[in-house]
């Protein structure tokens, strides 16, 4: 694929990190051996958010077993499963005070139930060691297994996010392992089997979809019970990754906002440098949680 060059806009540069805390967030994630996604997929975001002791953790290893094109993770052989992962992610929510925290994988096909399981190990840890921590968990497909979707369900987190990234159209170019239709089933399937928990998905803009097919996607979105929305825009990591077709302007973004409002989204995050996980404490002050004494309460803490 050939990447024609656009100069960046003025509204896609990102803040600048707060020295102090960045170093006390790659310390600490370094000590604990643990992986994010803020740096294998290069967000534009990980200055800032590092900055503010804030990280998205990336479990099940660094190395995905799909072949998607807009992606930066690596895409080799997978590594073993690290028993040691979910307590020392937990641990890192304690030590940096989190009130909000994701929790995000590679995809693991290799694996029987896809991951699923330590998925729940994890969600487990974090609430035993951070009881009052909102827990936000963003899935593979589990190549549409709803038992190994039930595992994740059963360990209730407070949101479970699935991102389509992009229209059907483009998923032979985009995710040609992924089927639309089956992520969309997952996030149904998480309301069939847990109604309290919050359901979540994300799309990039820029990669040649049409206004026409992001509004009818969003609508299927809203057909399969999706509370949470958040749109970006796609950079494209390198000149191999999928070409940048157009930088979409923040007007158009807006717009898809009040639209994606009007269509019944509870939160909906839309602007170019937005990504599933950046800020996403935000969108659970919408609801308010419930903490382990049953209380229920906003979420004013630190986010991820």
Sequence with gaps: MTQQFQRKPDWLKGKAAVG???????????????????????????????????????????????????????????????PH??????????????????VTSVTRD????????????TIRAIKNNSAKTVIEVLIPDFQGSIDA?????DAHPHIINHNLETVPRL???????????????????????DGSIHTKSGIMLGLGETKEEVLDLLRQLREAECEILTIGQYLPPSKQHHPLIEY?????????????EEMG???????????SSYQADKA???????????ESEGNDGISI
Excluded at 284 to 294: A, C, K, L
């Design 265 to 275: 989204f509870s939160y909906v995050a839309s602007s170019p440098l937005v990504r």
């Design 284 to 294: 659970i002050r919408s609801f308010g949680t419930q903490s382990e004494d049953g």
């Design 149 to 153: 979707l039930r595992i994740v369900t």
């Design 20 to 82: 102090e805390n960045r170093k006390i967030v790659t310390d600490l994630l370094k000590k604990l051996n643990l992986n994010t996604v803020c740096n294998e997929a290069s967000c534009p975001n990980r200055a800032e958010c590092f900055g503010n002791k804030t990280a998205a953790f990336m479990i099940l290893g660094s190395r995905c077993t799909r072949n998607c094109t807009f992606c930066n993770v690596t895409k080799e052989s997978p590594q073993a499963v690290d």
């Design 85 to 102: 992962e979910p307590e020392h992610v937990a641990q890192a929510v304690r030590e940096m005070g989190l009130a909000h925290v994701v």
């Design 110 to 121: 290799d694996l029987a139930d896809g991951g699923a399981e330590q998925f729940a190990k």
């Design 171 to 193: 998923y032979p170019e985009v995710r040609p392992m992924a089927d639309c239709k089956q992520s969309l089933t997952l996030l149904k399937n998480v309301k069939q089997l």
């Design 248 to 260: 979409v302007h923040p007007d158009q973004f807006e717009e898809y906002r009040i639209a994606a």
